[in-house]
């Protein structure tokens, strides 16, 4: 009699086993982050392989929700139409649609403007509602709640504040005051333990552009909201290259994901504690507790990982 009742007894904790890894792993939001990755180059291509390598590796302990895009999505002048051929080439076929099948969710850059029609990339995903392209418009809102991880995800368009001629051309000459005036509505009711803003233009920055006029006039308009709706990260692109920069003055993460594509050196050592300039891209893992982040090579090597409870539990202590 005994050893069935051991056989029963096994058989309860390597379920028990089951479930609780099962629940461990449904706890976490998982979502990897490119930016600058239209070029159509073999660089282009590495990192994609690469992203589909690193989606399957996980699948079974953190499988992935979504892929953050963060601008100049299409070198170098963005979309003339939804059936403009790089669409298949630079996205579609691109990313593997076996191994990455999850929503690409993204945002407009400098270089998507260039064409005088940024409402193409919008407008492709309404054309195309099968596409793994989400675009819900030039700034919107994504909530995540995956068991009890609750997460808000902010996209907005900076290049609304370039300056760029282009942007003067648009006919709604008042989205850049509309999208900032949306920004603090959205930040300021916002209940989710995790709030993250995504965006092509970062506001700090150790790469080529991190003391650009128009970056440090975007610190000026963001960086209060950061820090006053206690915002746990700034995702962005723009610098081609990899970056986590934590200033002395916000507790708002401020990372770069620009390595997709294009590649350019060092120029500033004002922030840190991460920079490299090489081809790769961001993962997160969000569960009710701990941001879990990461930045890859395009040969799969974690570069640079890190922890950090979210602000808003901070809030509370």
Same mark, same amino acid.
């Given at each position: 009699? *005994? ?11 390597? &379920? !028990?086993?089951?479930?609780?890894? %099962?629940?461990?792993?449904? %706890? %976490? !939001?998982?979502?990897?982050? *490119? ?7 073999? &660089?282009?291509?590495?990192?994609? /392989?690469? &992203? ?15 892929? !953050?895009?963060? /601008? ?25 649609? #076996? $191994? $990455? ?7 407009? /850059? ?11 990339? *919008? ?51 008042? &989205?850049?005051?509309?999208? !900032? ?13 995790? #709030?993250?803003? %995504? ?7 150790? /790469? ?21 709706? #206690? ?24 990372? *770069? ?55 808003? $539990?901070?809030?509370?202590?």
């Amino acid at each position: 009699m *005994i050893k069935p009742i051991q056989n029963r007894f096994t058989l309860l904790i390597c &379920m !028990l086993a089951l479930l609780f890894n %099962a629940t461990a792993h449904a %706890a %976490a !939001l998982h979502f990897l982050a *490119i930016g600058d990755a239209g070029s159509g180059t073999d &660089m282009q291509k590495s990192v994609a /392989g690469a &992203m589909a390598k690193y989606a399957q590796q996980t699948q079974s302990t953190s499988p992935l929700n979504f892929v !953050l895009v963060l /601008g100049d999505n299409f070198y170098p002048q963005g979309v003339t139409s939804v059936r403009d051929p790089q669409w298949k080439t630079k996205f579609e076929t691109m990313y593997d649609a #076996k $191994l $990455l099948p999850v929503p690409f969710i993204a945002v407009l /850059g400098n270089h998507d403007w260039k064409t005088d029609s940024p409402d193409v990339e *919008i407008e492709y995903s309404k054309a195309n509602p099968k596409s793994r392209w989400q675009m819900d418009g030039h700034y919107y809102k994504r909530t995540f709640s995956i068991d009890s991880v609750q997460a808000d995800f902010f996209l907005i368009d900076s290049a609304l504040w370039d300056g760029d001629s282009h942007i003067d051309k648009y006919s709604d000459k008042k &989205m850049a005051e509309k999208q !900032l005036a949306w920004l603090r509505e959205q930040l300021s009711t916002s209940t989710a333990r995790w #709030k993250i803003v %995504a965006a092509h233009h970062p506001i700090f920055s150790n /790469g080529g552009h991190g003391h650009d006029g128009n970056i440090l006039a975007m610190r000026k308009k963001l960086l209060p909201l950061f820090n006053q709706y #206690k915002v746990d990260a700034y995702i962005t692109g723009h610098d081609h290259d990899l970056q986590r920069n934590e200033p002395r003055d916000s507790q708002t993460q401020f990372l *770069i994901s620009g390595a997709d594509g294009k590649l350019r050196p060092q120029k500033y050592k004002d922030y840190g504690p991460f920079y490299q300039s090489t081809l790769g891209f961001l993962s997160i893992e969000l569960t009710p507790t701990e941001m879990r982040g990461k930045f890859l090579d395009a040969n799969g090597k974690t570069l640079n990982e890190w922890t950090r409870a979210p602000l808003s $539990l901070k809030s509370q202590n």
